[in-house]
């Protein structure tokens, strides 16, 4: 019978190995999508809620009024600036104050990305190479039952036509692997950018705070 599992139990040890690699493919890809998307989602919702509270923070929060901020990263980037000023105390250049927590909080906008995009390089991966591995499989197949014909002495459709599907399976596969991997992948490609988006509004907010809390201290200064 020419059904997929037939087919499977039928083939030659390498295309079997291959159907196995894609099938396994396929299964991390919607692994990466089940955890990966739910992870993404916890972290847009806390970056909006932090982005919020800073937006309408009047002054840097001290550490014991950190609150929803006191956890994640808005935690390090208010632990950064506040680390910033404290070493910059007694310092009267506020411009360079900023230029400097503004620095520090740039890495560790770059290290928040680098984390986010951590587990999608294998859909990337898969996206392009599961084609090509199907493929290899079908040709090998393919390979195996023109021998089967050279043996067999007869070119019978019927003879010939199970080989040809097992072999064809194995691209049928890779496509299955592929396209789901590529659209998983753009899909997240696009959630990484909008919290691209929302990590540099965190950072915005925080060093607006600063520059606040340096004029207040600054005017102070010439009162």
Known sequence: ????????MAADAVVKGVMIALALASLATWTVLLA???????QARALRAARALLLSAPQLPAHQEDGMLGQGTAAAMLAAARSELQLSAGLGDGAGIKERVASRLARIELEAARVQRRGIGVLASTGAVAPFVGLFGTVWG??????????????????????????????????????????????????????????G?????????VSRDLDRAAQRGIG
């Open 1 to 8: 019978a020419l059904t997929p599992w037939a087919m499977y």
């Open 201 to 209: 509004d965190l950072s915005a907010g925080v060093q607006q705070l």
């Open 142 to 199: 393919i390979m195996n039952s023109f021998i089967g014909i050279a043996h067999s002495n007869t070119t019978n459709l019927a003879v010939v036509a199970p080989g040809i599907a097992e072999a064809l399976l194995a691209t049928a596969l890779g496509l299955v692997a592929a396209i789901p991997a590529v659209l998983v992948y753009n899909h997240f490609s696009r959630v990484l950018a909008g919290l691209r988006g929302l990590l």
């Open 36 to 42: 990966k998307g739910w992870e993404l989602q916890r």
